[in-house]
């Protein structure tokens, strides 16, 4: 009796198709209308205030950018007798804001997202990393009341210190010793709002890290911030440009924050610890509620120049990314 051996059954080939499957399809799908609508609603924007506020820019020429008055004269049955229209202070004020932001912030954020990421134990790296991203989502005016009510006072005791020992830099100088409500208030304020921002980017930048590289520089007998400064910092230079960069289109946007901390005048002012000053963003917020038509038109305008200074902000933080932003060595 003989045992017959066994078949072998030997499957079909496989169909080898680049064809992606029907759930990648959709998830194509879903991600490139999301993309696509982000882009649409943001030309509409621009759409709209370009239709808005051109003819103003079209009236006002040059002046509505360099000038720096904002005035309405209207007769007794309330048509606009004579107007001149003017964002120069406030562009000023906007960048003084911002970059002292800036400067204040990003080191700060920096130094936070370094401690979290290669210092702060398991539970305290967890609880701060929470209380960061919760700050983050906070509201602008809890900001503005907090900076108004609490930090004003403490801030404004800075202002004097740098005022008494660096006067001799004429941005630090003062023509009348009034403190309170200045651009630096306002951009110190600003820089508490953005440092949540800059550092949870920074954090996610360092923890990308390639870990081979870190171990090489251990191994080498680099200590911790030797390895810091040869791999990780060069590593994230382009992320760190990148958060700080959008911390500054977020300070150069702010409205409520600064609106509550700094005196709004229509007068360029060079001196950031001096009471006066503003922004676009303020000057939009203090005027709307008020304003005709005409005048809502200019305020359109000023949105429009505020929204193609964002876009320069961001133009000029990719080409710094692609330029200095290397994976370091």
């Given amino acids: 009796m003989s045992i017959d051996a066994p078949v072998k059954v030997i499957p079909e080939a496989r169909e080898i198709t680049t064809k992606p499957r029907l759930s990648d399809q959709v998830f194509r799908t879903i ?73 204040v912030g990003v080191p700060i954020s920096v130094l936070s997202a370094l401690y979290l990421t290669f210092y702060a134990d398991g539970r305290v790296k967890k609880f701060l990393i929470s209380v960061i991203d919760l700050m983050a989502a906070f509201p602008s005016l809890l900001f503005g009341f907090w900076g108004f009510i609490v930090f004003m006072s403490s801030a404004e005791y800075w202002a004097k210190l740098v005022n008494k020992y660096l006067s001799f830099i ?119 509620g008020e304003a005709g038509p005409y005048e809502v038109d200019a305020l359109m305008a000023a949105g429009l120049i505020l929204f193609l200074l964002t876009l320069l902000v961001n133009a000029t933080a990719d080409f710094l990314i692609n330029r200095f932003g290397g994976k370091g060595r």
Wanted: aromatic residues 8%; neutral net charge; hydrophobic residues 55%.
């Fill in 31 to 103: 991600v490139t209308v999301g993309g696509m609508a982000s882009l649409v609603i943001l030309g509409l924007i621009a759409l709209f205030l370009s239709i808005k506020g051109v003819h103003i820019l079209i009236d006002e020429k040059l002046g509505f950018i360099t000038g720096s008055a904002w005035e309405v004269v209207t007769d007794e049955t309330g048509n606009i007798v004579e107007s001149k229209f003017g964002i120069g202070a406030m562009l000023i004020g906007t960048m003084l804001c911002a970059l002292i932001a800036i400067v």
């Fill in 170 to 288: 004429p941005i630090f100088d003062v023509p009348v010793p009034i403190f309170e409500r200045s651009p630096f208030i306002a951009g110190l304020v600003l820089a508490i709002m953005i440092i949540p921002i800059v550092t949870s980017i920074s954090r996610e930048i360092f923890d990308q890290t390639p870990l081979d590289r870190i171990q090489a520089a251990y191994a080498l007998g680099a200590t911790k911030l030797a390895m810091i400064k040869a791999v990780v910092i060069p590593f994230g230079r382009g992320g760190i440009i990148g958060g700080a960069m959008l911390g500054l289109g977020r300070a150069m946007g702010e409205t409520v924050a600064v609106y509550t901390v700094l005196n709004v005048v229509y007068q360029i002012n060079w001196q950031v610890l001096f009471g006066a000053g503003g922004n676009v963003a303020s000057l939009i917020l203090l005027k709307f």
